[in-house]
């Protein structure tokens, strides 16, 4: 159980595009989704917090115009890179939860390149 | 800032022996902590969790302890495999968000 599902893995595109990644709990329900960034060779940072039928909460230093976040239902939270650069070049995880003080189950990852 | 680990060292251990993966973290308010381990190109993958009223769980082949009077948490990892590398983060819970650790690679050599 507990599975989370993103997609796509993998995106490679020219800068100025904006991208969109998805993120879907497959056998559950979460309130709460969450967005990481992972340069290579680096621990998780992250990025902002997803809630249902709200506005999410940007950490500090994640401009919210650059990446928008939607979490229009209970099993899907999406996240839109907006006119990407190569600097947006990373590793976007999402995970997902049940409730507050409990696991995070975290996608596999999308692979964003920026040519 | 307040963080969780310092940096991220590699283990190389012999197939079979045991593992142990330490983490220290300086959040004295976090209540919740998770270990994750994290294969190359995927995301990271729940192995074992523990609250801060407690001190140690055990799972299958693994245990978590945790120290909270000098802020540490490690992870032991009994027979290790070849199945077991990868790198492995602890994260604290705080104000209901995951903060993580650096990370450590586990290198399991035959």
């Known amino acids: 159980g507990a599975v989370v599902s993103q997609h796509p893995s993998r995106v490679i595109c020219k800068s100025g595009t904006s991208v969109k990644i998805e993120c879907r709990s497959l056998d559950f329900q979460a309130t709460t989704m969450f967005w990481y960034r992972q340069f290579p060779k680096q621990s998780l940072m992250l990025m902002a917090t997803s809630n249902e039928g709200s506005k999410a909460t940007y950490e500090q230093g994640v401009e919210k115009d650059k990446f928008l976040i939607n979490h229009a239902s209970l099993t899907l939270s999406t996240l839109t890179v907006t006119s990407a650069h190569p600097e947006d070049s990373s590793f976007y995880i999402c995970?997902?939860?049940?409730?507050?003080?409990?696991?995070?189950?975290f996608g596999d990852g999308t692979r964003l390149s920026i040519l | 800032g307040e963080s969780v680990g310092l940096h991220l060292p590699t283990l190389s251990v012999q197939e079979g022996d045991n593992s142990i993966i330490n983490c220290a973290y300086s959040?004295?308010?976090?209540?919740?902590f998770i270990w994750y381990k994290q294969e190359s190109g995927k995301g990271p993958q729940f192995i074992i969790d523990?609250?801060?009223?407690?001190d140690k769980r055990q799972g299958q082949r693994v245990t978590v302890l945790l120290n909270k009077t000098v802020k540490h948490l490690s992870l032991q990892i009994a027979a290790t495999q070849p199945g077991d590398s990868a790198v492995y983060f602890c994260a604290e819970n705080i104000y209901n968000k995951l903060i993580f650790g650096a990370g450590t690679r586990l290198a399991v050599h035959p």
């Open positions: 995970s997902a939860r049940v409730g507050n003080n409990q696991p995070q189950h």
């Open positions: 959040n004295s308010a976090s209540d919740y």
């Open positions: 523990i609250r801060s009223n407690m």
